[in-house]
């Protein structure tokens, strides 16, 4: 199973919104709306910011928001704030209670 | 509140297993499966595999098939895992992560265990 691509690095300005992508094949992303979206601080352990795509956990800012075209899921952050710099992963199932994550995105708040 | 505690830092050498466990509490252990997750240093996030800590059931990522066994103690409401042949490569941040089946996501996460494996 291989990594789900992401881009290596996006950035923005506190209020900007950015997107980051993340691109599986029809065995994974293509063939599940059971994409998450993780957000990992330096030194901490990740936490769920969006799953099944596009659904928010109890908790998370509603500037977090997810979306699925064909084998191609996307986190939005708007209103860019510096807490959001951080590194986000995507990860899909891809079947018989299996998942794979994405190579992750350092998100960078200029 | 829904918590993962898992043991301390390991230092390993080539060759040698390592077992890493992780506590679950403020929820009913037995109900949600326990995957684990790794990341060397500056590294992404790597699925190691998943137990059902009810069946005792398993499946793992074909890089680690042979070499990592889940096991758990519902006794405890602990899990563990265990990666043997240990190599350099092997250096990493492990974690276990509570995955709600409905959700079919990872909604909690221990806090990690470093394992370094050096001679």
């Known amino acids: 199973q291989s990594a789900l691509t992401q881009p290596a690095s996006v950035s923005g300005s506190p209020g900007q919104s950015i997107t980051i992508s993340c691109t599986g094949t029809?065995?994974?992303?293509?063939?599940?709306?059971?994409v998450s979206w993780y957000q990992q601080h330096p030194g901490k352990a990740p936490k769920l910011m969006i799953y099944?795509?596009?659904k928010r956990p109890s908790g998370v800012s509603n500037r977090f928001s997810g979306s699925k075209s064909g084998n191609t899921a996307s986190l939005t952050i708007s209103g860019l704030q510096a807490e959001d710099e951080a590194d986000y992963y995507c990860?899909?199932?891809?079947?018989?209670?299996?998942?794979?994550f994405g190579t992750g995105t350092k998100v960078t708040v200029l | 509140q829904v918590q993962l505690v898992q043991s301390g830092a390991e230092v390993k050498k080539p060759g040698a297993s390592v077992k890493v466990s992780c506590k679950a509490s403020?929820?009913?252990?037995?109900?949600?499966?326990i995957n684990w997750v790794r990341q060397a240093t500056g590294q992404g996030l790597e699925w190691m595999g998943w137990?059902?800590?009810?069946?005792?059931?398993?499946g793992y990522a074909q890089k680690f098939q042979g070499r990592v066994t889940m096991t758990r103690n519902t006794s405890i409401s602990t899990a563990y895992m265990e990666l043997s042949s240990l190599r350099s490569e092997d250096t990493a941040v492990y974690y276990c992560?509570?995955?709600?089946?409905?959700?079919?996501?990872?909604?909690?996460w221990g806090q990690g265990t470093l394992v370094t494996v050096s001679s």
């Open positions: 403020g929820y009913t252990f037995t109900s949600y499966d």
């Open positions: 992560a509570r995955v709600d089946t409905a959700m079919v996501t990872a909604d909690y």
């Open positions: 990860c899909s199932y891809a079947g018989s209670s299996t998942f794979v």
């Open positions: 137990m059902n800590p009810n069946s005792g059931n398993t």
């Open positions: 029809s065995s994974d992303v293509g063939s599940y709306n059971l």
């Open positions: 099944e795509v596009s």
